[in-house]
Every structure is written in structure tokens, then in C-alpha cells.
């Protein structure tokens, strides 16, 4: 998804998200887009909340669920409850209770300021993610 196409999908879904998942958080690409930081493009839209709003979007969202088999757990993270959905304005992953080498992912609510999505991105450790925190530390140290 392009910047324009993540700011759009954040605009339709905020309403659902407090509605339904508060509280709720954004990280990965996207919101980093949202934070400002040049990047081409999001997979998708990653939230993080607790089981019980996971839950309520389930329901909320069940016609746009993605068939087939959940997401395997990546390295050392595990959901209680992970879902992922295509919305008609962009592909969305909700995380349940996200743990994180085994401990419960505590994210400030909304999209968090840069200095938490660089603790994360850094906590998370894959390539991918640090490759991000490198182009979010250059971000900031651009001004």
C-alpha cells in the first residue's frame, strides 16, 4: 500500500478500531508511514490490542477474514489471538495479546511516537525490522 493508501485505510477503520479493539496500537511500515517516514510502501496494517478487542473485530470483520490457515508465529513472537483480513481498502493483521520472547508487547494506544517504534522494531530483531530501524534512526537524525 502506498502512504495515501495507508492513510486512507487508517481514516475508515479508526471508527471500527475504537469501537471495537480499544485500546489499540499501529506498528510496522505502516506506521511508520503515519509517523512520516519515507517509505514506498506498507504490506499491510499491523494492530496491536488485547485478546478481547482481537475478538471483537473477529466479529466485527468476519466477511473479510482471510481463509485459510492462520499465520504461523514468526521467530519469537505469538499471539493469543491473530487474524489477518482483506479489507476492502487494504490488507490488515490484527494481533491478540502479542507477546514478544514471551512477554506481553506493552504499546503506547494510537500510533506510537518514533522513539517506541524504534524500541519495537529493535525488540522484534528480525532483518527486516532492523533494516526499518535503520531507515527510522536515519529518518531522525535528518531531522
Not at 106 to 126: H, N, S, T, W, Y
Amino acid at each position: 500500500m502506498t502512504p495515501g493508501e495507508v492513510e486512507a485505510l487508517v481514516q475508515r477503520l479508526a471508527p471500527d478500531l475504537d469501537a471495537f479493539a480499544a485500546p489499540w496500537s499501529l506498528i510496522g511500515s505502516g506506521a511508520l508511514i503515519l509517523l512520516g517516514v519515507p517509505l514506498e510502501d506498507a504490506a499491510d496494517l499491523d494492530v496491536v490490542t488485547g485478546v478481547d478487542g482481537a475478538q471483537r473485530l473477529r466479529a466485527a470483520w468476519s466477511g473479510w477474514l482471510e481463509a485459510g490457515e492462520a499465520k504461523a508465529p514468526d521467530g519469537p513472537f505469538r499471539s493469543a489471538d491473530f487474524a489477518r483480513y482483506l479489507t476492502p481498502w487494504g490488507p490488515v493483521e490484527v494481533m491478540g495479546g502479542l507477546k514478544v520472547r514471551g512477554r506481553l508487547l506493552d504499546v503506547p494506544v494510537g500510533v506510537p511516537p518514533a522513539a517506541e517504534q524504534l524500541r519495537i522494531l529493535k525488540l522484534f530483531g528480525r532483518p527486516k525490522d532492523l533494516d526499518k530501524a535503520a531507515r527510522l534512526e536515519a529518518w531522525l537524525a535528518a531531522g
